[in-house]
């Protein structure tokens, strides 16, 4: 089976930086994604890393390293409608298909 | 112009009911999921269809009975209802079985 970690919950200030880290133990990894998603609502796609290094999109960028089994979301410039829950997912690929496993999220918490 | 839609939204009943959820996406993708996301907010893959055909079934009871008419629907009906089932079910589809999924609004489910 595949493990995956990261926190339960992070609070951080409008403006500021935030760090999402997620681990994960997994064979037949094939690729990483991050979604958000707000109370009440459905996950969105974020980002998608499958080789190592940095994804930059606007505000948000994401990072993949496979030989540390390591992944984090990085979000600048907080704003307060990035107050959500974001779920960090590792597909397996096993004969031809893909499967999505997803960690339990992380709460986000914007202030003013 | 949505994508991916789910009937109903609520749903509220009894143990021991059967009921049904339908799923459409006007996406023109090849694969749909059922996913169950629970109150510590999990989500969880059960089934998923490429083309109309089955690819993977999770260990779901076999309460839970999905069917999928033609590629752009897939829907999902549940016999003799418990509470344990109390959860909110997305939807989801993709290009093909490795593509990031897009998520329906979620029906959320409550067994009384």
């Known amino acids: 089976g595949q493990n995956i970690d990261q926190p339960t919950e992070m609070t951080a200030t409008e403006g500021a930086i935030v760090q999402i880290n997620c681990t994960y133990q997994?064979?037949?990894?094939?690729?990483l994604f991050w979604y958000q998603q707000h109370a009440g609502e459905a996950p969105t796609f974020l980002s998608y890393?499958?080789?190592?290094g940095l994804e930059e999109k606007g505000r948000f960028s994401s990072f993949l390293s496979r030989s540390k089994g390591y992944s984090y979301l990085l979000l600048k410039e907080l704003q307060m409608k990035d107050s959500a829950s974001y779920l960090c997912?590792?597909?397996?690929?096993?004969?031809?298909?893909?499967?999505?496993?997803f960690g339990a999220g992380t709460q986000v918490v914007v202030t003013p | 112009d949505t994508a991916v839609s789910q009937t109903p939204k609520y749903l509220v009943t009894q143990m021991g009911n059967d009921k049904s959820i339908k799923c459409e996406q006007n996406?023109?993708?090849?694969?749909m999921y059922w996913y169950k996301q629970d109150s510590k907010k999990f989500l969880k893959i059960m089934f998923s269809?490429?083309?109309?055909?089955?690819?993977i079934n999770e260990t779901v009871p076999n309460r839970f009975s999905p069917k999928s008419p033609d590629k752009a629907h897939l829907n999902l009906h549940i016999n003799s209802l418990e509470l344990g089932d109390s959860a909110v079910y997305f939807c989801?589809?993709?290009?093909?079985?490795?593509?990031?999924?897009?998520f329906g609004p979620g029906t959320r489910l409550l067994v009384l």
């Open positions: 997912a590792v597909r397996v690929k096993s004969d031809s298909w893909g499967k999505l496993q």
């Open positions: 997994t064979s037949g990894f094939n690729g």
């Open positions: 989801a589809s993709s290009q093909d079985p490795l593509g990031w999924r897009y």
């Open positions: 269809y490429n083309n109309k055909e089955l690819i």
């Open positions: 890393n499958v080789l190592d």
């Open positions: 996406l023109g993708h090849d694969t």
